[in-house]
């Protein structure tokens, strides 16, 4: 098997193609793993010579063991945390305070780089950014997560009966501006779907669903 290396162990790990992947688990009678399937949230199966292949639906990845599976795993989510600053906003979210004033160019910006026919947010046109940014491979700059952010509150806003756009100085970083929308005495978070699914599901998955993690905090 091919080798990736990082400086604790030697993670033995290929990718495999949707033919292949379905090919070696039928050839090698794969088992599921229930368990570890439902924690890595990807079917998971146990081949008789104890390599372990992870199904992603487009592909997979065939490891040497459950072992190189779980270090895998640790080095992504160790890789996360030295990247993650003090706040999740510091360095992502432009504008800072003056956020709110740039919504409305935040969202022609959103509408032109994906290429949307329809301007007014919501979860389906959601789902077409999903579709594209998983397609495209999409850099996701400031000025990209911002937009996204900005478009995820106004699908937020619209659902809702008198809600407003807020920004509020950040308890664990004051230097950090947070953009919340506010109806009544619920407070909901545009910007942590968005976070979540960009940066901690999707490198780990190779899934991304903006559409889900947005339609559950409106309706929580």
Known sequence: MAQKKNEENVIQRIRLSRKQLKEMIAKEKGVLEPIFSKEYLN????????????????????????????????????????????????????????FLLHIPGLLEMVVDVFKLKDSTPTIDQLKIIDEQLMKRRTEITPAVFSGLVAYAGEIIKNSLNNAEWAIVTSAFDTAVYEPLVIEGEMTYNPFFPVYRELFEQYPETNRLSLADAVHIEMNR
């Open 43 to 98: 079917d998971t199966y146990l081949l008789p010579n104890g390599h372990v292949v992870v199904d992603f639906d487009t592909h997979g990845f065939l490891y040497s063991s459950f072992t190189d599976l779980k270090n895998w795993i640790r080095q992504l989510r160790k890789m996360q945390d030295e990247e993650l600053p003090s706040h999740i906003l510091k360095n992502r979210l432009l504008y800072g305070k003056e």
